[in-house]
């Protein structure tokens, strides 16, 4: 199994503030690398965001904005990658916000919805929130609203779920974007 599952972290409500972000690339059904970093979105923080996340503009200033990062990661979102997230359609809507901003054209690529997949394969949990489906699954957590160990966090429940489901169970949730 290969894929990629990111994780946007934003400054405010505005789909284009993102702030932080991590990817974790799986290849052969193991995690192979990580990619993390701060972005400057040169745009205000909100005190609720900050709060949930621990991320203040200090933080970014000397952080690159988001099109020098998408020059780093640009290669992991073509239409023969699955790009993967915990409620994909914020994580999706961030890049795809904040692409627009840039006046960047977006990519097609696949995803899935570890929220999705998991109320399917894994029923009967209290809700589907990163921490809970973590808690039932066995997989740590350290500091959730960390970009990096909720994309670790995301990839390693789809790992899970590609261990005890079969792939046609699995197929269903990935669609294409773009």
């Not at 199994?1 to 059904?29: H, P, Q």
């Not at 359609?89 to 919805?113: G, M, W």
Request: contains cysteine; charged residues 20%; proline residues 4%.
């Amino acid at each position: 199994m290969n894929f990629v599952a990111m994780d946007f972290e934003t400054a405010s409500s505005k789909r284009y503030s993102a702030c932080s972000l991590a990817l974790t690339i799986v290849r052969n059904g193991r995690i192979a690398d990580e990619f993390y970093t701060l972005i400057n979105p040169h745009t205000d923080f909100f005190w609720r965001n900050v709060q949930i996340h621990g991320i203040h503009e200090r933080d970014v200033l000397n952080a690159p904005d988001f099109p020098k990062v998408w020059e780093h990661i640009k290669q992991f979102f073509t239409p023969d990658k699955l790009v993967i997230a915990h409620n994909n359609r914020f994580d999706n809507s961030v890049l795809k916000n904040t692409l627009e901003h840039y006046q960047i054209e977006a990519p097609a690529y696949q995803t899935l919805d570890t929220v999705a997949s998991s109320r399917r394969l894994i029923p009967g949990l209290a809700n589907y929130k990163l921490n809970t489906v973590c808690d039932a699954l066995s997989i740590d957590l350290h500091h959730h609203h960390n970009a990096l160990d909720d994309a670790q966090a995301c990839a390693n429940i789809l790992l899970y779920q590609s261990q005890h489901f079969a792939p046609q169970q699995i197929q269903p949730f990935i669609k294409m974007i773009g």
